[in-house]
């Protein structure tokens, strides 16, 4: 991971967001975990309250404040970052925990979902699409990097029957799905479809609501059936 200029990012937080969104790094690399923390900074509407070098420091900063977004790295000295989200979760939930990790594999992807994650991205992933990703979770959304959405979705396709599809999407709604399940954000599903953010909120509301979910991996697990594209 690279460090970006320390130009400020443009906003991205809605205009009636009353403070800044609160984040915590929890990362082991003391030079990663400085990027980071300058990311956050340096980008309007986020603020970052407190970084540690293990899950131990965390869960102690957590009794003084909780952030609303939680960035936390898997491979810590002592607990891991997923045992961490883990024991963290259910005192906190209104933090939104989004897995910053190089592993890859479905068994570290999936033990961190079950653990509370609602993000899972790539170190490699860039400045501004972190950011993206960032502001996602907290809205509400599942933030993953496409090839962890990939996973995601294979695993389900093959473990799901087939044979039940989830009825009653519109046309619309399932290309909006098709989209979240490769992974991509809603800033990319707007530029992708041209529809406002707001619109893509919309409809992916509508999706949890028709398909009885509250994430995205519920989403496409209930509608996997649903064509992908020849580059999913």
């Not at 690399?29 to 900074?41: E, G, K, N």
């Not at 570290?108 to 994650?117: E, K, Q, R, S, V």
């Not at 993206?132 to 029957?161: C, H, T, W």
């Not at 519109?170 to 992708?192: F, H, M, N, Q």
Request: glycine fraction near 8%; charge should be neutral; hydrophobic fraction near 40%.
């Amino acid at each position: 991971m690279k460090n970006s200029p320390a130009s400020p990012l443009p906003g991205r937080v809605p205009a009636d967001q009353p403070a800044p969104i609160r984040v915590s790094v929890v990362e082991d690399d003391p030079s990663v975990r400085r990027i980071l923390c300058d990311w956050v900074q340096q980008t309007a509407g986020f603020v970052c309250i407190h970084d540690h070098g293990d899950a131990e420091s965390a869960i102690i900063a957590f009794a003084r404040e909780a952030p609303q977004v939680a960035l936390v790295d898997i491979n810590l000295p002592g607990i891991s970052g997923i045992e961490c989200v883990r024991r963290l979760k259910p005192l906190y939930p209104g933090t939104q925990f989004m897995m910053l990790t190089v592993y890859d594999d479905a068994n570290h992807i999936f033990a961190a979902l079950a653990a509370g994650a609602t993000g899972y991205m790539l170190k490699r992933t860039p400045r501004e699409s972190l950011i993206a990703a960032l502001l996602e979770v907290y809205g509400g959304g599942s933030p993953m990097s496409n090839d962890i959405a990939r996973k995601v979705v294979k695993s389900f396709q093959q473990s799901r029957p087939k044979g039940k599809p989830a009825d009653g999407l519109s046309p619309r709604e399932e290309e909006v799905l098709g989209l979240l399940a490769r992974g991509y954000l809603y800033k990319e599903i707007s530029e992708t479809i041209g529809i406002s953010l707001p619109t893509v909120s919309t409809y992916i509301r509508r999706i949890y609501e028709k398909l009885h979910v509250h994430s995205r991996a519920q989403a496409v697990a209930v509608y996997s059936d649903l064509p992908l594209g020849k580059d999913s």
